[in-house]
């Protein structure tokens, strides 16, 4: 499946005229996305638009209009608009289930962001949300693959998107997902403690089968459920001898997101990786939510130079061809990406 049109947005400068360069701080351990000007929603629908569904339409309108002959729309979400949701739960009560305002019910829904970007794009074709906690890009990565290999020369509208619902955010904060102590997030991998910051953010790509003129080719993807590490870890390696043929990856890019529980996992992965890979971290970026490999994916696409703040470890590999993506979604979920370019 290859990757021709993308686009990002997250906390940092990923919008348009991208520049990851320059990390910008998190606040109150939430790294919060930079909403830009939406210039392609007419104001009486984009007033009415949640946080999600703002994000979605507004990364996709880009992809879109550079491919308007979308045959397809595939999205992966968490939670979809949650904090809608949990208005329009407020409503019930607070009205007593008398009249209720739709716009919060019609936005609460997680296919909502699909369902109104077929509607602002006139499309008709296969529109389908996957809501899979922590592994929904890569579910929805995997229908895509198939849905080409099924309709040669068709076009798919690929993404991701979740935000940060505060209600959500309290609930996982009391779980123990996010640290209790105020951290930056360009001191995240410092941490020894548990728990991470929390993140929100939309990507969108055009998918098809054809090689010309991509940005990169997504080779193939694997998920498993497990808490076993050893499992991980015997799931990397069948992984690698399957997707990379005897070669060696140029760069493995993980979830690492200062979580200490988790770091067993990571640690683990990267022991299958010698001298020749370099290893490269980015939740310092956008934080940690269900479908942040999805931004991963984005700075694959943008980025030839990486970052000196996402390198973790150097390594001797030029030029750059093979990436393996490596993701935890708390210690249970885990997704594994081959990308090359």
Not at 184 to 208: P, Q, R, W
Not at 258 to 281: C, M, N, P, Q
Request: proline share 3%; charged share 20%; glycine share 8%.
């Amino acid at each position: 499946m290859y990757i021709h049109h993308y686009s990002c947005i997250s906390p940092q400068q990923t919008f348009e005229h991208a520049h990851v360069e320059t990390l910008h701080e998190s606040a109150d351990n939430k790294l919060t996305a930079k909403e830009p000007v939406y210039k392609g929603i007419p104001p009486g629908i984009l007033r009415r638009m949640g946080k999600a569904v703002r994000m979605g339409i507004g990364a996709a309108l880009p992809v879109i209009t550079q491919q308007p002959a979308i045959d397809g729309i595939i999205i992966g979400t968490a939670n979809g608009g949650m904090e809608d949701c949990i208005k329009f739960l407020n409503q019930i009560i607070d009205f007593e289930e008398g009249m209720l305002t739709p716009g919060n019910f019609v936005q609460s829904t997680p296919n909502a962001i699909a369902a109104q970007m077929g509607l602002l794009s006139k499309n008709k074709g296969y529109n389908i949300t996957h809501v899979h906690r922590g592994l929904a890009f890569e579910n929805a990565l995997l229908d895509a693959m198939m849905m080409i290999k099924e309709n040669p020369g068709n076009n798919y509208l690929l993404g991701a998107v979740d935000e940060i619902s505060a209600y959500n955010y309290n609930i996982d904060l009391l779980d123990g997902c996010f640290k209790k102590e105020c951290i930056s997030n360009k001191d995240l991998y410092h941490s020894v403690s548990e728990g991470t910051i929390a993140g929100e953010g939309a990507a969108m790509f055009l998918v098809n089968d054809n090689a010309e003129n991509a940005t990169a080719t997504v080779k193939a993807v694997q998920t498993i459920h497990t808490t076993d590490e050893m499992e991980v870890n015997r799931t990397m390696q069948q992984f690698l001898e399957q997707t990379l043929s005897g070669k060696q990856a140029d760069i493995l890019l993980t979830g690492e997101n200062g979580d200490a529980r988790l770091l067993k996992y990571y640690w683990g992965v990267e022991s299958f990786f010698g001298e020749h890979t370099s290893i490269a971290r980015f939740k310092h970026m956008c934080g940690e939510y269900a479908t942040a490999s999805s931004v991963a994916l984005w700075l694959i696409c943008n980025n030839h130079q990486w970052p000196e703040h996402m390198i973790k470890k150097q390594g001797e590999a030029a030029p750059v061809r093979n990436i393996i993506i490596y993701n935890n979604y708390r210690g249970v979920q885990h997704g594994f990406m081959h990308i090359a370019v």
